[in-house]
């Protein structure tokens, strides 16, 4: 073990990566089968989280918790600070991102038809910059082949006080060597053209042995590589490169570029399973780069969970106020955590639809100014019956405390103005066919964004929400089955309906009890969210009878994660944002837990364990929270 990294961190690293050891393919056989079957556990979930007294959920001792599992979904790295939710704009120190999917390149990249993409850790938005220790986890989740094809290139800055480090794990059915080669160059600080003693090592490790397998004092450059190559057996390893000398603390030593790769001996194959974990040291860079990056090429399609390491898991000399940044291979921007803040701009739209005898489509469009690289898209719906071309109304106006907090989290957000209809049925019809007819339009690139915005809008993957009729709309697009028909879009993968309607009359849900028959098609993660008033018989929007709008939450099938919340002293209109009737908390209260809500399950970041559990301030009405989870990350938060 270089006698650079602290025991600390080197239990936190192999904690976080023993799970390599023990979810390789199946045919494979380690060699240490006990260390696969029993991988490394740090603080258990009973005592790495507590409930405030305001029943919000603190993180608390090891971040890893229990990393056994690759395919485990329920690790959310959740921040609260003083009752509110972190959007994307405050600092972190270990940001991450959950089940993030990795887009297929288009056109198709021959070498890695996965796709080619780099994290990159850097400084974060808050003020200055903490210099220390930092990690990252790059996790690839099931399916698919779960290999880093191509091996793995990595890098940053480093300091006597912390080298860099790359931790990966070979496997293969038949338990064969494989040839791991290097590449490695540098500079100090001081020079980017100067030469730099470095000291290389590659150990094994398993639960109980840490063995060197190769060390070498080099001399690096950036202008003449330093190559090895060697043959290793199936196993989980940890390559390092540290300053020979240096000053701990403060400015870095030097910078590095390593590259690592693998292969079979006799036959095409082999690489790097599972994912990897990288690390270094963040401090100001001497030649502007950035502090840590890892790049890999995928043979098949992924979604990736990675997380920055660094203070609290590091402790005191763990770097603190970073972002994470995932590239693809044209150096765009794909996912940022935490995001900037962006400033927001809009422009209202209409398009006609030939398909249904030109219906007029409107559209009032939040969009993150300067956002760079793959935005994601949530469109939001009015109640009811419909506004008119020339008079968009208040509809279109009342829901910008939904759409300004989703664009300040680089969200695209279209707030749809659903035209009346002939009839109340043809308008049943209508609205999530406008939903579907405004998304084939933005992916056709004929909906015009603001000014300022140059990203590209992902509309395979969509957030819908909407208040009454609007809730209405996002069960219909999510799957639930009305006597008129189905209108499952499944490019809709999350929704949050406000104030939904039950069984009967309204909008005609034919759900009578055990057949489900209206909303057991909804299997997309939901957020619900309810007024108390509106549940009395008396409530301007009960309707039918109390508990009516609780009926949808209640008889999907139970295979997604179904958030619920209820808002007390909020009737129907209250909870449709009316600036005269809302209250300004409350509508602020529903903005940034949609928001939330969307950066979860849309855009892969953390925070779910805070949805519906946060308390609304004082001076404002309480919440009553339930919550129901049968799959997903909700099965790890506290009760």
């Known amino acids: 073990m270089s006698a650079s990294l602290t025991p600390a961190i080197w239990a ?77 704009s405050g600092p972190l120190d270990e940001p991450g991102l959950i089940r993030f999917p990795l887009p297929v390149p288009n056109p198709p990249h021959a070498s890695c038809p996965g796709g080619f993409f780099a994290a990159i850790v850097d400084d974060g938005p808050g003020t200055g910059l903490s210099a220390g220790s930092f990690g990252m986890e790059l996790l690839l ?44 160059t540098g500079s100090p600080a001081s020079s980017a053209g100067a ?17 060197v397998v190769y060390e070498r004092t080099q001399t690096i450059s950036l202008a003449a590589p330093f190559d090895a190559s060697f043959n290793l057996p199936p196993g989980f390893y940890v390559a390092t490169v540290a300053p020979v000398d240096g000053t701990a603390g403060g400015a870095p030593d030097g910078q590095f570029f390593f590259s690592l790769s693998t292969s079979l001996l006799d036959r095409p194959g082999g690489g790097f399973q599972g994912g990897a974990v990288v690390g270094g040291y963040h401090a100001i860079h001497p030649f502007g780069g950035v502090s840590g990056f890892a790049a890999f090429c995928l043979g098949t399609p992924h979604s990736s969970t990675l997380r920055v390491l660094a203070q609290p898991s590091y ?62 898209l949530v469109l939001i719906s009015h109640g009811g019956l419909g506004t008119l071309p020339a008079n968009p109304g208040v509809e279109l106006s009342n ?46 690139g004929s909906v015009p964004m603001p000014p300022g915005f140059q990203a590209q809008i992902d509309t395979a993957r969509v957030g819908h929400t909407g208040h009454s009729a609007g809730a209405y709309t996002s069960m219909a697009l999510a799957g639930a089955v009305y006597p008129y028909g189905s209108f499952r879009d499944p490019r809709i993968v999350a929704i949050a309906p406000i104030s939904p309607q039950g069984v009967g009359e309204e909008f005609l849900a034919y759900d009578n009890g055990p057949a489900d028959n209206t909303w057991a098609g909804v299997q997309v993660p939901t957020f619900v969210l309810v007024g108390r ?54 509508r602020q209260f529903i903005g940034e837990n949609i928001a939330r809500f969307f950066s979860v399950y849309l855009a892969g970041r953390a925070g779910s364990c805070e949805l519906g559990r946060l308390a609304l301030p004082d001076s404002i009405p309480s919440t009553r929270e339930f919550k129901r989870a049968q799959d997903g990350r909700l099965l790890a938060c506290p009760a």
């Open 141 to 184: 989740d099931e399916p698919g082949s779960r290999e880093l094809s191509g091996g793995l290139n990595f890098g940053g800055l480093i300091d006597a006080s912390q080298p860099g480090f790359a931790a990966f794990n070979i496997a293969n059915a038949a338990n064969d060597m494989q040839r791991v080669s290097l590449s490695l």
């Open 533 to 586: 008033d509106e549940l009395d018989s008396s409530g301007t929007g009960a309707f039918i009878s109390p508990g009516w709008r609780l009926q949808p939450f209640g008889r999907m099938t139970p295979t997604q994660d179904r958030i619920q919340v209820i808002i007390d002293q909020q009737d129907h209109l209250e909870m449709g944002g009316s600036p005269t009737l809302g209250t300004p908390s409350v």
């Open 195 to 211: 030469s730099y003693p470095v000291r290389v090592q590659i150990t094994r490790r398993t639960g109980s042995s840490n063995d």
């Open 315 to 376: 402790g005191p000399t763990g770097a603190s106020d970073l972002r994470l940044r995932v590239q693809d291979s044209q150096r765009r921007d794909i996912a940022i955590e935490p995001e900037p803040a962006f400033a927001i701009a809009d422009v209202a739209i209409e398009r006609n639809d030939p398909a249904r005898s030109g219906r007029e489509v409107g559209a009032r469009v939040f969009a993150p100014v300067g956002a760079s690289g793959t935005r994601k």
């Open 399 to 444: 829901f910008t405390h939904i759409a300004e907090p989703l664009a300040q989290a680089g969200f695209v957000a279209v707030v749809v103005g659903h035209r009346n209809s002939g009839t109340l049925e043809q308008h049943r019809l209508d609205r999530p066919r406008d939903v579907s007819f405004l998304i084939d339009q933005i992916a056709l």
């Open 12 to 88: 936190r690293l192999v904690a976080s990566y023993l799970w390599l050891a023990s979810a390789q393919v199946q045919a494979a056989t380690h060699p240490e089968p006990g260390a696969a079957a029993t991988p490394l556990r740090s603080i258990s979930s009973e005592t790495d989280r507590k409930i405030d007294p305001h029943g919000r959920a603190v993180q608390l001792g090891d971040p890893f918790n229990e990393l056994a599992r690759a395919t485990d979904d329920t690790h959310d790295f959740d921040r609260v600070s003083d009752g509110h939710i972190v959007l994307g």
